[in-house]
Protein backbone atom coordinates (compact mmCIF):
# COMPACT_ATOMS: atom_id res chain seq x y z
CA UNK A 1 0.00 0.00 0.00
CA UNK A 2 0.87 3.33 -1.50
CA UNK A 3 1.50 6.43 1.29
CA UNK A 4 -0.46 9.45 0.33
CA UNK A 5 1.71 12.18 -1.77
CA UNK A 6 1.48 15.42 -3.28
CA UNK A 7 2.50 15.31 -6.75
CA UNK A 8 1.67 18.63 -8.66
CA UNK A 9 0.69 22.30 -6.91
CA UNK A 10 -1.68 24.40 -8.86
CA UNK A 11 -2.33 28.26 -7.49
CA UNK A 12 -6.30 28.65 -7.98
CA UNK A 13 -6.26 32.26 -6.52
CA UNK A 14 -4.38 34.66 -3.90
CA UNK A 15 -4.74 37.32 -2.03
CA UNK A 16 -2.94 39.41 0.67
CA UNK A 17 -3.15 37.43 3.48
CA UNK A 18 -4.69 34.23 1.77
CA UNK A 19 -4.26 31.90 -0.73
CA UNK A 20 -6.05 28.86 -2.75
CA UNK A 21 -4.10 25.88 -4.00
CA UNK A 22 -5.38 22.84 -6.06
CA UNK A 23 -3.08 19.68 -4.75
CA UNK A 24 -2.90 16.97 -6.87
CA UNK A 25 -1.79 13.68 -5.28
CA UNK A 26 -1.92 10.34 -5.37
CA UNK A 27 -4.08 8.41 -3.14
CA UNK A 28 -2.96 5.01 -1.27
CA UNK A 29 -4.29 2.82 -3.91
CA UNK A 30 -1.99 4.68 -6.70
CA UNK A 31 -5.10 6.75 -7.79
CA UNK A 32 -4.87 10.52 -8.71
CA UNK A 33 -6.80 12.63 -6.74
CA UNK A 34 -7.28 16.67 -5.73
CA UNK A 35 -7.55 18.71 -3.07
CA UNK A 36 -8.26 22.18 -2.62
CA UNK A 37 -5.87 23.99 -0.02
CA UNK A 38 -6.47 27.38 1.98
CA UNK A 39 -2.81 28.65 3.23
CA UNK A 40 -1.42 31.92 4.36
CA UNK A 41 1.77 30.86 2.56
CA UNK A 42 2.61 31.92 -0.77
CA UNK A 43 3.62 29.41 -3.97
CA UNK A 44 7.20 29.13 -3.80
CA UNK A 45 7.33 28.87 0.20
CA UNK A 46 4.25 26.20 -0.07
CA UNK A 47 6.20 24.34 -3.03
CA UNK A 48 9.49 24.28 -1.20
CA UNK A 49 7.43 22.81 1.94
CA UNK A 50 5.85 20.20 -0.61
CA UNK A 51 8.82 19.30 -2.77
CA UNK A 52 12.05 19.74 -1.25
CA UNK A 53 10.99 18.98 2.77
CA UNK A 54 11.54 22.48 3.73
CA UNK A 55 10.11 23.19 7.07
CA UNK A 56 6.96 24.97 7.63
CA UNK A 57 6.79 27.93 9.86
CA UNK A 58 4.35 29.19 12.44
CA UNK A 59 1.79 31.50 11.07
CA UNK A 60 0.40 33.05 14.11
CA UNK A 61 0.02 32.78 17.53
CA UNK A 62 -3.04 32.48 19.71
CA UNK A 63 -3.08 33.50 23.35
CA UNK A 64 -4.25 31.67 26.64
CA UNK A 65 -3.67 34.77 28.94
CA UNK A 66 -4.46 35.33 32.72
CA UNK A 67 -5.09 38.97 34.25
CA UNK A 68 -3.72 37.30 37.79
CA UNK A 69 -4.74 41.12 39.52
CA UNK A 70 -8.75 39.60 38.85
CA UNK A 71 -7.78 35.97 38.54
CA UNK A 72 -9.79 36.16 35.15
CA UNK A 73 -9.34 34.84 31.68
CA UNK A 74 -8.67 37.18 28.53
CA UNK A 75 -11.12 36.60 25.86
CA UNK A 76 -12.24 38.70 22.82
CA UNK A 77 -15.48 38.79 21.12
CA UNK A 78 -14.57 39.39 17.96
CA UNK A 79 -17.11 39.84 14.60
CA UNK A 80 -15.86 36.92 11.47
CA UNK A 81 -17.02 37.91 8.20
CA UNK A 82 -17.24 34.20 7.17
CA UNK A 83 -20.08 33.72 10.06
CA UNK A 84 -21.54 36.78 10.04
CA UNK A 85 -21.52 37.13 13.13
CA UNK A 86 -19.47 38.11 16.61
CA UNK A 87 -17.77 34.99 18.15
CA UNK A 88 -15.84 34.20 21.29
CA UNK A 89 -12.31 33.59 21.02
CA UNK A 90 -8.92 33.80 21.90
CA UNK A 91 -6.62 37.29 21.45
CA UNK A 92 -4.63 35.79 18.57
CA UNK A 93 -2.91 36.92 15.33
CA UNK A 94 -0.42 36.22 12.09
CA UNK A 95 3.16 37.18 12.88
CA UNK A 96 4.50 39.51 10.74
CA UNK A 97 7.88 38.55 8.33
CA UNK A 98 10.72 37.64 10.59
CA UNK A 99 9.10 38.25 13.51
CA UNK A 100 9.03 35.81 16.66
CA UNK A 101 6.76 34.46 18.63
CA UNK A 102 7.08 36.50 21.52
CA UNK A 103 7.33 39.79 19.40
CA UNK A 104 3.74 38.65 18.11
CA UNK A 105 2.17 37.59 21.08
CA UNK A 106 3.31 41.57 22.72
CA UNK A 107 1.80 42.82 19.99
CA UNK A 108 -1.71 41.22 19.46
CA UNK A 109 -2.14 41.13 22.88
CA UNK A 110 -1.65 44.82 23.25
CA UNK A 111 -3.70 45.35 19.92
CA UNK A 112 -6.93 43.51 20.94
CA UNK A 113 -7.15 43.96 24.31
CA UNK A 114 -4.75 47.00 26.03
CA UNK A 115 -2.88 44.05 27.90
CA UNK A 116 0.63 44.10 28.34
CA UNK A 117 2.70 40.62 28.72
CA UNK A 118 4.03 39.71 31.94
CA UNK A 119 5.10 36.13 32.09
CA UNK A 120 5.16 33.45 29.30
CA UNK A 121 4.42 29.75 31.04
CA UNK A 122 7.20 27.59 29.16
CA UNK A 123 5.46 24.37 30.59
CA UNK A 124 2.27 25.02 28.48
CA UNK A 125 1.22 25.65 25.63
CA UNK A 126 2.63 24.33 22.03
CA UNK A 127 5.01 25.60 19.39
CA UNK A 128 3.41 24.60 16.50
CA UNK A 129 -0.31 23.36 16.27
CA UNK A 130 -2.92 23.17 12.94
CA UNK A 131 -5.95 24.69 13.38
CA UNK A 132 -8.19 23.07 10.83
CA UNK A 133 -5.64 20.50 9.02
CA UNK A 134 -8.71 19.20 6.09
CA UNK A 135 -8.82 22.16 4.99
CA UNK A 136 -5.62 24.36 5.70
CA UNK A 137 -1.82 24.22 6.65
CA UNK A 138 -2.42 26.88 8.97
CA UNK A 139 -0.51 26.62 12.27
CA UNK A 140 0.22 28.91 15.40
CA UNK A 141 1.74 28.55 18.49
CA UNK A 142 -0.30 28.15 21.69
CA UNK A 143 1.07 30.50 23.96
CA UNK A 144 -0.16 30.34 27.88
CA UNK A 145 0.50 33.57 29.65
CA UNK A 146 0.39 36.25 32.44
CA UNK A 147 -0.73 39.39 31.68
CA UNK A 148 -1.55 43.36 33.22
CA UNK A 149 -3.56 46.18 32.56
CA UNK A 150 -6.96 47.71 31.81
CA UNK A 151 -8.61 46.74 29.24
CA UNK A 152 -9.39 49.58 26.09
CA UNK A 153 -10.09 49.27 22.78
CA UNK A 154 -7.58 52.45 21.42
CA UNK A 155 -5.22 49.58 19.89
CA UNK A 156 -7.31 48.43 17.48
CA UNK A 157 -6.77 48.86 13.80
CA UNK A 158 -9.57 49.65 11.68
CA UNK A 159 -10.65 46.66 10.55
CA UNK A 160 -10.96 45.04 13.61
CA UNK A 161 -14.51 44.52 15.58
CA UNK A 162 -12.97 43.31 19.00
CA UNK A 163 -15.03 43.66 22.70
CA UNK A 164 -12.45 41.90 25.03
CA UNK A 165 -13.06 41.08 28.33
CA UNK A 166 -11.89 39.09 31.80
CA UNK A 167 -14.45 36.40 33.04
CA UNK A 168 -14.08 34.55 35.96
CA UNK A 169 -14.26 30.71 36.19
CA UNK A 170 -18.18 31.14 37.04
CA UNK A 171 -18.67 33.25 34.23
CA UNK A 172 -16.94 30.91 31.93
CA UNK A 173 -18.81 28.13 33.12
CA UNK A 174 -22.43 30.41 32.12
CA UNK A 175 -20.53 31.19 28.88
CA UNK A 176 -20.25 27.75 27.95
CA UNK A 177 -23.55 27.11 28.88
CA UNK A 178 -25.10 29.85 26.79
CA UNK A 179 -26.08 29.80 23.21
CA UNK A 180 -23.44 31.62 21.90
CA UNK A 181 -21.11 31.33 18.94
CA UNK A 182 -17.54 29.44 19.81
CA UNK A 183 -13.83 29.27 19.13
CA UNK A 184 -12.93 25.33 19.45
CA UNK A 185 -9.09 27.10 20.65
CA UNK A 186 -11.41 29.05 23.30
CA UNK A 187 -13.98 26.53 24.03
CA UNK A 188 -10.84 24.43 25.11
CA UNK A 189 -8.97 27.03 26.96
CA UNK A 190 -12.91 27.81 29.28
CA UNK A 191 -12.87 24.27 29.88
CA UNK A 192 -9.23 23.89 31.47
CA UNK A 193 -9.96 26.76 33.16
CA UNK A 194 -12.62 26.46 34.88
CA UNK A 195 -11.27 23.02 36.58
CA UNK A 196 -7.88 24.62 36.97
CA UNK A 197 -8.40 27.56 37.82
CA UNK A 198 -5.02 30.11 37.74
CA UNK A 199 -3.02 26.74 38.29
CA UNK A 200 -3.75 26.64 34.73
CA UNK A 201 -0.87 28.99 33.99
CA UNK A 202 1.54 28.15 36.56
Not at 46 to 63: H, S, W
Not at 86 to 108: C, F, H, Q, W
Not at 153 to 170: K, M, N, T
Request: charged share 30%; with cysteine.
Amino acid sequence: MKKNNIKNLTMLAETKFLSLYDAEYENKKGKAKHWIIASRKRYATLKQQYFEQQEDKVDAVVIAALHPESNCLVIIRQFRVPLNDYVYELPAGLLDSNEDIKTALMRELKEETGLSLLEINEKMGSPKAYLSAGMTDESAALVYCTCSGTITDQYLEEDEAIEACLISQDEAKKLLESNVKMDIKALMTMQSFIKLGKDLFE
